[in-house]
């Protein structure tokens, strides 16, 4: 059995230091596994029922991942950004998702427990450590919608850009017609914008970083 500690600082080791985020990332997880069913969320067998939906790309979401052994690279672990320090945690066996989100009086509750503690934001992770579970978190039972190529599992298929060749995996493709494009042939809205293309040659290979 894993104390609590041992999960906050697995979870500052992962997040790069301990903040109050990653607090609140650690309980959240315990909560929300908790009332889905899942008790130890990295056992064989329960890393396969558990899909959490995190709102933030902040500390918490590395306090969640650091938990419960969710990852984007398993599927099993999605940012859906709304900028909200909230996640839902789905149980693939029984169908039940349950949304935690922060109490909106949270975090005055938190700064009023240390009022003469000069350090901030040892305050707060101190605060967030100690307040019970029911003065931090809202729980609330959800349905989540699953379209099925955003489930973990084997690889699914993938389908060939019919105009620069990449290969797009199965859902992400786009049908203009008969063919199937990328989203840069496409021309749709991408987060980058190409400028020129570099060589890469003789970089970046593991000789390159032995020397
Ligand atoms: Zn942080
Ligand atoms: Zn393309």
């Not at 959800?142 to 599992?153: I, Q």
Request: with cysteine; proline share 6%.
């Amino acid at each position: 059995m894993v104390t609590i500690e041992k999960l906050y600082q697995q979870a500052g080791e992962l997040h790069g230091s301990t903040c109050p985020g990653v607090i609140l990332g650690v309980r959240m997880s315990l909560l929300g596994c908790r009332l889905i069913g899942i008790d130890e969320p990295k056992n064989s067998e329960n890393r396969k029922k558990l899909l959490i939906l995190v709102e933030t790309d902040r500390c918490a979401t590395d306090g969640i991942q650091s938990v419960t052994g969710c990852s984007i690279g398993r599927r099993t672990l999605k940012v859906v950004d709304y900028g909200i320090l909230a996640a839902t945690f789905y149980n693939f066996e029984t169908k039940r998702a349950v949304r935690i989100s922060v109490r909106t009086d949270a975090r005055a509750k938190a700064k009023d427990q240390h009022p003469h503690e000069v350090d901030k934001n040892l305050a707060y992770i101190t605060a967030y450590k100690t307040l019970p579970t029911e003065e931090i978190f809202i729980a609330e039972e959800v349905t989540v919608d699953l379209s099925s190529f955003e489930l973990p599992g084997p690889p699914p298929p993938r389908s060939q850009c019919n105009v620069c060749g990449e290969e797009i995996l199965s859902g992400r493709e786009i049908h203009r017609g008969q063919t199937i494009v990328c989203r840069r042939c496409a021309r749709l809205p991408l987060y980058y914008k190409p400028t020129k293309s570099i060589p890469v040659s003789g970089s970046g290979n593991q000789a390159e970083f032995d020397r």
